[in-house]
């Protein structure tokens, strides 16, 4: 019985963590988004506009609830749902703080990673669902994009389990207590970021929900609270993968002070990734889908698989070298990404003839 | 008028082309043209284009011809790049036999012109491959451009309710009318929507191939473009542009209004660089009535053609962006936007319908202080240019997306009769500030940007840099404008011209934008057609598209620079 009243209050505790982290990371998204366009974001509800996601569910509330003819009905009804589920489910095996975590897993990344596995399976439904060509083709590409990234970023993350020599979080938490993973691990840091940007459907690897293509994509034909939770459930990602970021790579809860202070440093760490990755997205152009498959499948799983073999080397030689490596790789990445672009793209042209003929200098 | 008048009509380019006769000024203001017969259209042509070098499709349009002799006159104006002549060519329909052979072969673009011509006149283009109605619905009753035309007040009625919702299904488009000969019909110049959806898929994916329709309410498609799109997973097979949907009469509403009255009239037209078209309507106008516009008029309209280039690409900017996925240049772009469509309403009263341009001049003077502000704010522009710039030109992503896409070859251009930014992007070296100075641009020296692969990059680099060359002519203007009367004064509110034809054409953001003015001595014109620059150009796509994957198509139709209220008129 107290297992079982315990088990509940873990549930609706961590419930309403998750939902309020929710609702603030998407004011944070507005704010910071305006910000990062000089404008002001929203301003009207509350104060700078912190009710704003309350008001946005409101409106979303009111909204006909509608289903398109031709719908395959069960579907579409589960998909929202199935959506939204995984989000939260995720959450029974993330450590907060040492002592806050809803189950220590031995195997917590191999579940965490099962479980968001789920999210795919239900684009793909509401895409199908729907009877709409637009949201089918944005379900086959989110399906085709999350499988395809998956790989690399359980790959990259297959390194800092390697530091760790563990997959229980806190214990990958723990062995961060002097150096964190972004330090030792830079190359797979910056893996694992693009590999999140790509798993969240955020730019530049927003095609599955491609606003100018795909119209909403996958989400075309939904409204109402059907649409609420697909956005409540991206929200929810954004919040977790960069919760994970924290994680496994800059030291969770470990930080100066008390030991309560530990959850402070968490979120402190969480929304510089989310900040991140907002940045990302109000700053970039989306790449084109055969683009993005070839960026996974020959440049990031290849890359993941070389972070595999040189953290290994660097674990059986010293930390220098596993430094040194990371930083061989983080280079030749950079310049190998930039190489693909210019042999793609014509890069090495200018607009300096078109500019010089247009030269300010010269008057009539 | 000045600057076109200098020019002797030349009648010499139409010696040894037999079938043409009349040659002269046949009304049809001060460029040579010549008279033909239905059977010797293709002869004649042929002749211009490939033996003396008239390689440009001007205009294709038609107009009524007077009581007294019914029947429809198509006209025609083609121009010689090399030498910037441009000739007229009519022929005359009886009324008993709206039928003359389609030219399709010799410009693939006049097939969109000849839907036109068919869709408002009636007239029947002998061997078209595609001859359906082009902006009125498929089952319109009547040509509204003939002047026997009644209009009938009143909405939409159940009938054409149940036509419109029966007729949008995944049905393909709509076949072609029997009334071309099929034995002789031009094939089409792209690939067809209905053959490429007939053919079975890829036999090893099993895939089949479907048909989407991109618009006409669609986030990208700027406004109501709506395109057909045969395709086989993401690619594109065959697409074809369909348009129509946001017709309001503007050519129809002209022939009962003043000229005044018009140049309000055609500011709806291109609804983001108002300026162009109402001074390719008034030049024409002034050609015709023989008014003479003063020396600061014609700055003030240099300077507002310029500043209004400068909304018209920063328009651009933003939907180049968003549809490659990039929201926030827009926002920056529109800061811009909105510190010009400020000055503008201070200077005109208007933010976009500016109606500022009138017969003989301009409407006012600009206000006190306003240059100087103007002036300062031009020299701030270049840097926010770089701002722009900094957001998508070097950006690896945004030129993944662009670089190589959607080129167009400087054959297709002339083919297509594609003008403007797009042109240019393709190295074809045109600009009418350059070539035919009208207004007051012959004292400026107008650099002009040109692309060398021609595609969605290359148009990209090429507006940028026309912008930067916008803000110079503007502070120019600014610089060297005369003292004076801004309009001759004495014009009356109601011009009457004499009878005669006009074609005028100003260098529009989008490209070569024409007024073809027919007046019969009335204070109303008797026929005025804007020849669209961006309707050309956006026919070109399907051209283009096919091979292109979806993501493509937008990045593509983004770099036409797609102005609906302008293409439909």
Redesign the interface.
Known sequence: MMLVLKTLLGVVVIAVVVLVNTVVVMWCERKWAGH????LGPMRTGWHGMLQPFADALKMLGKEDFTPAGADRLLFGVAPVLAYAPSIFIYCATPWMAQFVGYSFDVGIFMIFAVAALFPVSILLAGWAANN?YAL?GGFRAAAQQISYEVPMIMAVLGVIMLAGSMKLSTIVDAQAHVWNAVTQPFAFLLFFICMLAELNR??F??PE??????AGYMTEFSSMRFAMFFLAEYTNLFTWSLFTSLLFLGGWGGPGPAFLGFVWLLLKTYAIVFMVVWVR??????????LMEFGWKVLIPAALLNMFFTALGIVTNVFVLVGLQVVLLVGFVWL??RI?KR????A?E?A???A????E??? | MTTRSAIAVDTRTFEGISGVFEVGVLGMGDLPSAHTMPRHLIDVLTALKQERGFTHLSLLTAAERPAETPGVKMVYAVTRRTDHTTLMLSVDLPEESLRVPTIVALWPGALPLEREVYDLFGVVFEGSPNLRRIVLRDDFAGHPLRKGFVMTPGGVDAEDLAWALASHGDDGPAPQPENSDPKRTVPLPYPSVAEQLARPGDPILHSQRQLLHMGPQHPSMHGVLHLWLALEGEMVLASEVTHGYLHRCIEKLAETRSYRACTALVDRADYVSGFHTELALLMGAEELAQIEVPPKAQYLRVLMSELVRLTSHTTWFAACGIDVGAFTPMLFSFRDREAILDFFEEITGGRMMFNYFRPGGVKDDLPAGCADRLHAYLKTLSASIDGYEALLTTNEIFRNRTCGIGVISPQTILDFGVTGPMARASGVDIDLRRDEPYAAYADFDVHVPLGEIGDSFDRYAVRIAEMRESARLAMLALEGMPEGDFVTPGVPRAIKPPAGCAYRRVESPRGELGVYLESDGTAQPWRMKIRSPAFSNLHVTNAVLPGRRISDIIAIVSSVDVVMGEIDR
């Open positions: 990062l366009q000089s404008r060509k083709m730019t530049p927003d095609l491609a606003e100018s293509e795909l119209v109000w700053a970039l152009p989306r790449l084109r889908v055969d683009q990404v930039s672009g793609a793209g014509h890069g042209r607009v003839a078109a500019r003929s247009a030269s300010p010269v008057t009539p």
